[in-house]
């Protein structure tokens, strides 16, 4: 079974900053694209930064410049740290772990229970 938990959210003002984590099961973690995706309410699900097995990151243009996502391999821990927060940044922020099997042809997609971002003053 994968599992994912995420932790970090809360209620900060504009421009602080937040860090969230998210713990993987190792299996997955080793050979899925991790992903932030954050959706308020009213809204559609967007992504938010992507970042692959070996390191490469995708962001949303809305928060490039401002959030960056990393992952820790040895402790199967991703990560997205927000800075300059701003309110429209508000959202139940989800990790997301995927990944195709190869040989069965078959996709996986796994999501974390999710954690609440506000940011107003």
């Known amino acids: 079974q994968v599992q994912l938990v995420e932790s970090g959210g809360g209620l900060v003002q504009p421009g602080e900053s937040l860090r969230l984590s998210c713990v993987v099961s190792?299996?997955?973690?080793?050979?899925?694209?991790m992903g932030w995706y954050r959706q308020a309410p009213g809204k559609v699900r967007e992504l938010v930064a992507s970042?692959?097995?070996?390191?490469?990151?995708d962001y949303a243009n809305s928060v490039k410049g401002r959030f960056a996502i990393s992952r820790d391999n040895f402790k199967n821990t991703v990560y997205l740290q927000m800075n300059n927060l701003k309110p429209e940044d508000t959202a139940v922020y989800y990790c997301?772990?995927?990944?195709?099997?190869?040989?069965?042809?078959?996709?996986?997609?796994?999501w974390g229970q999710g954690t609440q971002v506000t940011v107003s003053s």
């Open positions: 997301n772990v995927k990944w195709g099997d190869m040989v069965t042809m078959e996709h996986y997609d796994y």
């Open positions: 190792e299996s997955a973690f080793s050979i899925g694209v």
């Open positions: 970042i692959s097995t070996g390191g490469s990151a």
